[in-house]
């Protein structure tokens, strides 16, 4: 096993607070997809696709949840693509602390792209985007995928 999470660990995908429900731009019984509070400044609106049963890492992640997670990415890719008006698409996903991982629930990125955008000679912001602007960017995609 490949188990880093401490033995206090409090996972924040597994108890995502409800006031934060607004945030959620995909969910069903699976997954669920956020718009990230920590952004690129390039590549604003990016999400986070996320298992709804706790799995640490992708070598423990069952093959259905990880159906699941690609199937979300892709269908919101599409959203994403047609509500941001981007040029492409980028996946990321970290594993064990030596991978870039921080959070110990397996997740995965959809960044927006651009060209010029230079996403992966950037860093993150550094604070977290304002929960309202998160919302709006959510909005934006629920609708896009309702319509």
């Known amino acids: 096993m490949h188990i880093h999470e401490p033995v206090d660990y409090h996972c924040p995908y597994c108890d995502f607070p409800p006031d934060r429900e607004p945030e959620v731009v995909y969910r069903d019984e699976r997954v669920f997809a956020i718009v990230c509070p920590r952004w690129w400044a390039r590549n604003e609106g990016h999400l986070l696709i ?3 049963a706790h799995h640490e890492n992708l070598y423990d992640l069952p093959s259905a949840d990880g159906h699941a997670v690609f199937d979300a990415t892709q269908k919101l890719a ?3 693509r047609a509500t941001y008006d981007c040029a492409g698409v980028s996946t990321r996903q970290q594993n064990e602390p030596a991978g870039g991982q921080t959070v110990w ?3 995965q990125h959809l960044f927006p792209r651009y060209p010029g955008d230079d996403l992966y000679a950037t860093a993150p912001e550094r604070d ?3 929960a309202e602007i998160r919302r709006a960017y959510a909005e ?5 995928l309702i319509s």
């Open 50 to 52: 996320i298992p709804v």
């Open 140 to 144: 934006r995609l629920r609708t896009a």
């Open 128 to 130: 977290w985007l304002p």
């Open 78 to 80: 599409r959203a994403m």
């Open 105 to 107: 629930h397996f997740h």
